[in-house]
């Protein structure tokens, strides 16, 4: 068990900071609700749950070759933790799952012997759920080493992601709704023809409509909250909707489009 660092785009291994691993867990997600009480009403009305952030845990003991290389390796250690931007991490036993964190709290070494000590380090996501080290664009096997079993996903020859057809369906493997509103990334890329451009999925009866036209070299993009066409904002021009992806299927429809297209999904599966 080890866990897997990628600060500031550098993959780092614990382990060559004398570190070993003795425990890492996550806590459960915390239910955030918003009860309205109301005059002369029994109890209160439940008008919604949100979670709010992940506390995740990690337990390392560390040892020198001496007392005082025990103390530069600990200046090594609060260098690999301090960040101001977030770092991922991921857990070797889940490998095709990587939470965004930071170190949310001060921690300072129990000493063992003059050499050796344990460190207990808390982290915190912002975000309250794992992301899929792999996106929907990258080759769906285990092969890819992006992936790993328990994540929800389907015989990858029942899952396409790339399009052609103006009826198709989209599989979220996650367990939590790719939602751009909550600033989750879904790239939707339409490239081809169209005029009066609409796409909808059945399944969230939600639609994004673009009332102008694309020639068949053009790209229409749908950027999270986002409407490009060839890079530059149509947003003005649309219904100023999005599309959301719940867990499981999603029923996808296309109009106004014009001769041969395809259109494609990135995003990434999350995990509660």
Do not use: C
Request: hydrophobic share 35%; charged share 25%; proline share 3%.
């Amino acid at each position: 068990m080890h866990l897997i660092i990628i600060k500031s785009g550098e993959t780092i291994d614990h382990r060559n900071f004398g570190l070993r691993l003795l425990s890492f867990r996550k806590d459960s997600l915390t239910h955030r609700t918003d009860l309205q009480e109301i005059d002369g009403r029994n109890g209160s009305i439940d008008v919604g749950t949100t979670f709010d952030i992940r506390k995740l845990t990690a337990v390392f003991l560390f040892k020198g070759v001496d007392h005082l290389d025990y103390h530069l390796l600990l200046d090594e250690i609060y260098d690999l933790f301090a960040t101001q931007n977030e770092m991922e991490i991921i857990d070797s036993r889940q490998p095709g799952k990587v939470w965004s964190v930071k170190v949310s709290s001060t921690y300072e070494p129990e000493d063992i012997t003059p050499r050796s000590g344990k460190l207990t380090v808390e982290f915190t996501a912002a975000f309250p759920f794992a992301a899929s080290l792999g996106s929907t664009l990258d080759p769906l096997t285990f092969n890819s080493d992006k992936w790993q079993v328990a994540q929800g996903m389907l015989p990858s020859d029942d899952l396409s992601y790339r399009h052609k057809t103006n009826r198709f369906r989209i599989y979220n493997a996650g367990n939590v709704t790719i939602d751009p509103s909550e600033d989750v990334p879904l790239d939707i890329v339409y490239k081809g023809a169209s005029s009066n451009f609409k796409l909808a999925n059945k399944t969230t009866t939600q639609t994004v409509s673009y009332s102008g036209s694309s020639g068949s070299t053009d790209t229409l993009k749908l950027e999270g909250l986002r409407h490009l066409k060839n890079g530059t904002s149509i947003y003005a021009n649309t219904n100023r909707g999005y599309i959301s992806l719940a867990p499981g299927w999603n029923e996808i429809e296309l109009s106004g489009t014009v001769g041969s297209f395809e259109i494609s999904f990135d995003f990434h599966y999350l995990y509660k």
